[in-house]
Structure formats: structure tokens, C-alpha cells
């Protein structure tokens, strides 16, 4: 099974709201990672967040982790239509292996 | 920056033709490359590591020899989907790692390649 869950599987939003995308994840972890994709694109690294930090920003992204309840955060705020995109966490393991979560579809409506 | 060119893009081939896909680091060099594996609307799967100068680890439930990869320098890893089958078409996306990084370096991503075979 995966190693991070998302939630929701899909959210719809107008432009210039937040949107707001969790994960958890099942083991311990170094860190986590959020990536974008674009639709029938690759995947663009978007943030990595360290496991003795508890929040980091990037423009208009802000990624927090609770590694007590293994799970994380991203928001995006004033959203625009260019944010519609898929959006996964993945977390490291051994071999410094990713495995991604289920994703969250975002669509931006203008 | 760090790219990752992948090729080609998309395919389209009858059943039983090999096809291979390139993965390439433009600017810089990658020990180890990834490639997955993702079917519509859902998330990747990791089918193989590819470390150059050996051969490459496959996941659990991956057949080695229907899917081979090929990492023969720091900038160049392919995928050869050998005598494809309909079943085999899906999105095959490779990344990179820069160097000897460890964990707590993201993964470079190339535009990934779509395979159709009819």
C-alpha cells in the first residue's frame, strides 16, 4: 500500500481562495516531500520539509508536519488558475526511495 | 538547475514490439535514476532503481526481463519495455537524484512518456 494517504482526492476552488491538501504516512520519516503534476506531465519538486521541522514556506506554499500524528500539510494560498495540477507527498525510504501518496486533483476555476 | 529530458514523449506501436525510453540529466550528473510507473488518475509507482555501472533493483512484482534498464553512464538510463502488450501501455516517468545525494534531496523528474500499444 502507499505510504502517505491524501485527503481529499479532489477539490475544486475559485481563484484567489486557499486550498488546503493533507497526508499522512505510515513509518518514521527523514522528511516529506510535496511535488506537483501538470496533467500528462512529470513531476516538479515543489517543497521538502525535514523531520525536526514543523513548518516551512515557499512564496505562496506553506507545508507544515506533525510527525506525532505522521501526517502533513500544503497550503496554497490565492490560488490561481496555473495551481490546477495534481498534487502529491511522498516520503523516503531505504535506497532513498520515493513513494508518493494517492494525490489530490486541484482545479482552479477562473 | 537540474533537468531531466525524457524520450520520447509518447509511442504508439503494435503488440509485440520492444520500445525503448531514454532518460537523460542535462546538467548535472545522477548515480541513480527511478523510473515509475503511473496509470490514469492515479499516483506513481516505483517500478525500478537504476544505479549506473550495475544492474538495476526492481520492485516486488516487476518482471526484470520484460521491463530492462540499461544505466550505462551518469547521464543516461532506458527503459526497454520488451514484446509490449496493450497491458504494458501507461505513463513511464523517470527522475534523478543529483550525485551521491541522500534522502534529503528532492528528485529531478523528466516529462514522462506515454506508451500505447495496440
Known amino acids: 500500500s502507499q505510504q502517505g494517504e491524501e485527503d481529499p482526492q479532489a477539490l475544486s476552488i475559485q481563484e484567489g481562495e486557499n486550498a488546503t491538501m493533507n497526508c499522512s504516512y505510515k513509518?518514521?520519516?527523514?522528511?516529506l516531500q510535496w511535488y506537483r503534476q501538470n496533467s500528462g506531465r512529470g513531476l516538479v519538486h515543489l517543497i521538502l520539509i525535514r523531520s525536526n521541522e514543523r513548518e516551512k514556506h515557499s512564496g505562496r506554499l506553506r507545508v507544515t508536519l506533525d510527525t506525532s500524528k505522521k501526517s502533513s500539510s500544503l497550503l496554497i494560498t490565492a490560488s490561481r488558475a496555473a495551481d490546477t495540477a495534481s498534487y502529491f507527498c511522498?516520503?523516503?525510504?531505504?535506497?532513498?526511495?520515493?513513494?508518493f501518496g494517492a494525490g489530490t486533483i486541484l482545479r482552479v476555476k477562473s | 538547475g537540474a533537468v531531466v529530458s525524457q524520450h520520447p514523449s509518447w509511442v504508439i506501436c503494435k503488440s509485440g514490439t520492444s520500445v525503448k525510453i531514454e532518460c537523460r540529466s542535462l546538467?548535472?550528473?545522477?548515480?541513480?535514476m527511478f523510473w515509475y510507473r503511473q496509470f490514469p488518475k492515479q499516483s506513481l509507482m516505483l517500478m525500478a532503481t537504476?544505479?549506473?555501472?550495475?544492474?538495476?533493483?526492481?520492485e516486488q512484482g516487476v518482471e526484470k526481463d520484460k521491463f530492462l534498464i540499461n544505466h550505462a553512464s551518469l547521464t543516461l538510463s532506458t527503459l526497454t519495455v520488451t514484446s509490449a502488450h496493450p497491458e504494458d501501455s501507461s505513463f513511464y516517468i523517470c527522475?534523478?537524484?543529483?550525485?551521491?545525494?541522500?534522502?534529503?534531496?528532492?528528485?529531478?523528474f523528466g516529462d514522462g512518456t506515454r506508451l500505447s500499444i495496440l
Open positions: 511522498a516520503t523516503v525510504l531505504y535506497g532513498n526511495k520515493l513513494v
Open positions: 537504476s544505479n549506473e555501472g550495475s544492474k538495476a533493483t526492481y
Open positions: 513509518t518514521s520519516i527523514n522528511n
Open positions: 546538467d548535472f550528473q545522477a548515480t541513480t
Open positions: 527522475s534523478a537524484k543529483k550525485g551521491t545525494g541522500g534522502g534529503n534531496q528532492p528528485q529531478h
